[in-house]
C-alpha cells in the first residue's frame, strides 16, 4: 500500500514515517522543500505529480502555534483550511480517499459533557477557526475523505505539554497548573496508528466522515502534569490554578472531551490509555523514574 504523507517532523508524522513499514505501507513524503502549505497551489502542483500511484494521502501537517495564529489568522489560514481543500481537491478528482487531521479546538468547550461528531461547532481561536475552515474545505471538494479530530496531542518529539513540564520540573519543585480544562491526552503514535488502520480500510472502500479519537481518560492539565512528574520520578509537586489566573492569547476550550465511539464502530479503534503512552514517551526521552 503506498501512501502520499504531507508532514515530515510533527509529532504525527513523525510516528507515521516510524510506523509505516511495520504496517506494510509505503510513504511517499511530500515536506516542507516539497510544497510548502502557505502557497495552496504549489500544494496541488506537489500532489497532482504524485497521486496517480498512491492508494490513499494523509495530511499531518498544520499550523499548531495556537496562540501565534491570533497574530496571523490569514498565514494560519492559508496552511490549516486553504491547503488541506486544495489537497481533497485534488484527491477528489483521483478517486483518492484524503485523511486530514483536525482538533478539539473547532467546540466552543461549554458544558461538561464529551461531544460527538455532530456536535455544534463554534471555535473561541482563530487557530480553532482555521482548523474549522480546513474540515469545511476538505468536505466541500466532495471526495472519500476522513477527519480526525483529536487533543491534547503528545510525544517525544516535537513542542508539547510532557516535554515542557519535563523541563520545568527539572528546573523547580512547584508548578502551578491549569485545572479547569478537561480533556483526553493523547499520543501521536496512537493517532498516527488509527490513521494507518483507517487509511487502508478506506483504500479498500470503507466509508469515511468525520470522527473523533482522543486518550482515555480524560482529566485535567494539571492532572496531566502529576503523572508525568510521578511517572518520571521528578520531585515537584503540582497545584492548581483556573484559566483565568493564566491569561492567552488565544482562548482555550474548557471542556475538551471527544465522544470516540464512532471510531470504535466503523475501524475497531479503541480510545487509547494515554498513561501507557506516556510511559513510553517517558522511556524513550529517559526520563522514567
Not at 500500500?1 to 510533527?10: C, D, E, K, T, Y
Not at 481543500?85 to 458544558?111: E, I, K, W
Not at 508525568?228 to 497545584?239: F, N, Y
Request: aromatic share 6%; net charge negative.
Amino acid at each position: 500500500m503506498r501512501v502520499i504523507l504531507f508532514g515530515r517532523s510533527g509529532q504525527v508524522a513523525t510516528e507515521l514515517n516510524r510506523q509505516a513499514e511495520q504496517a506494510g505501507v509505503t510513504l511517499d513524503v511530500i515536506d516542507r522543500t516539497q510544497a510548502d502549505l502557505s502557497d495552496p497551489v504549489a500544494v496541488a502542483h506537489a500532489l497532482e505529480a504524485r497521486i496517480a500511484a498512491s492508494d490513499a494521502v494523509i495530511n499531518a501537517a498544520a499550523w499548531t502555534a495556537v496562540d501565534a495564529a491570533e497574530a496571523d489568522e490569514a498565514a494560519a489560514c492559508a496552511v490549516n483550511a486553504e491547503s488541506p481543500g486544495a489537497m481533497a481537491q485534488v484527491c477528489a478528482r483521483a478517486g483518492v480517499p484524503f485523511l486530514h487531521v483536525s482538533t478539539d479546538y473547532v467546540f466552543d468547550g461549554t458544558g461538561d459533557s464529551a461531544r460527538d461528531e455532530s456536535a455544534a461547532t463554534n471555535p473561541l481561536s482563530a487557530y480553532g477557526r482555521t482548523k474549522l475552515e480546513g474540515e469545511e474545505a476538505v468536505r466541500a471538494a466532495d471526495g472519500a475523505h476522513a477527519i480526525l479530530r483529536t487533543s491534547w496531542v503528545f510525544s517525544a518529539h516535537g513542542a508539547n505539554f510532557v516535554k515542557t513540564i519535563l523541563r520545568l520540573g527539572a528546573e523547580r519543585d512547584h508548578l502551578d497548573v491549569v485545572a479547569d480544562q478537561i480533556g483526553g491526552p493523547t499520543p501521536a503514535a496512537d493517532i498516527a496508528a488509527a490513521l494507518l488502520v483507517m487509511a487502508r480500510a478506506m483504500a479498500e472502500g470503507a466509508p469515511g466522515g468525520t470522527f473523533h479519537f482522543a486518550g482515555a481518560p480524560d482529566t485535567s492539565w494539571a492532572g496531566f502534569a502529576r503523572e508525568i512528574m510521578a511517572r518520571s520520578g521528578r520531585d515537584c509537586t503540582i497545584g492548581e490554578i483556573a484559566t483565568s489566573d493564566w491569561p492567552t492569547p488565544a482562548t482555550r476550550p474548557l471542556n475538551s472531551r471527544l465522544d470516540c465511539s464512532r471510531i470504535d464502530a466503523a475501524f475497531g479503534i479503541a480510545r487509547p490509555d494515554w498513561r501507557a503512552g506516556l510511559d513510553a514517551v517517558l522511556k524513550e526521552l529517559g526520563e522514567t523514574a
